[in-house]
């Protein structure tokens, strides 16, 4: 059974950092784009990063280019999203995700997902 887990969420102060992972099992992602997206309530679910299988390539959304960083360890079989400079804003349910084709961008090009971890940020 194929799985994603994502940990390292909690509740921080404006300014701080944060670095939340995610593990995969039951199925090898190193040869798939991996993505991070997220969800505030009563939004629609964000692009936030993607990178590619072999880690040369990453994606950034605007509202987080410059603060977040993605990063893999296909070893490991996890990918890891650091985040820097957090805003109220920021709140919000992270979940990684695997890409299945097309646009790294889009949720719909996604076709595992893990259930997600709480992110609060509070100003």
């Known amino acids: 059974q194929v799985r994603l887990v994502e940990s390292g969420g909690g509740l921080v102060q404006a300014g701080d950092s944060l670095r939340v992972s995610c593990g995969a099992s039951?199925?090898?992602?190193?040869?798939?784009?991996m993505g991070w997206f997220r969800q505030a309530p009563g939004k629609e679910r964000e692009f936030v990063a993607a990178?590619?299988?072999?880690?040369?390539?990453?994606f950034y959304g605007d509202s987080v280019k410059d603060r977040f960083s993605i990063s893999r360890d296909s070893a490991k079989n996890a990918v890891y999203l650091q985040m820097n400079s957090l805003k109220s804003q920021d709140t919000a349910i992270y979940y990684c995700?695997?890409?299945?084709?097309?646009?790294?961008?889009?949720?719909?090009?996604?076709?595992?997902w893990g259930q997600g971890t709480q992110d609060t940020v509070s100003s």
């Open positions: 995700a695997r890409n299945l084709r097309g646009s790294v961008r889009v949720p719909n090009m996604y076709y595992y």
């Open positions: 039951g199925h090898t992602f190193k040869f798939y784009t």
């Open positions: 990178i590619t299988w072999s880690g040369g390539r990453t």
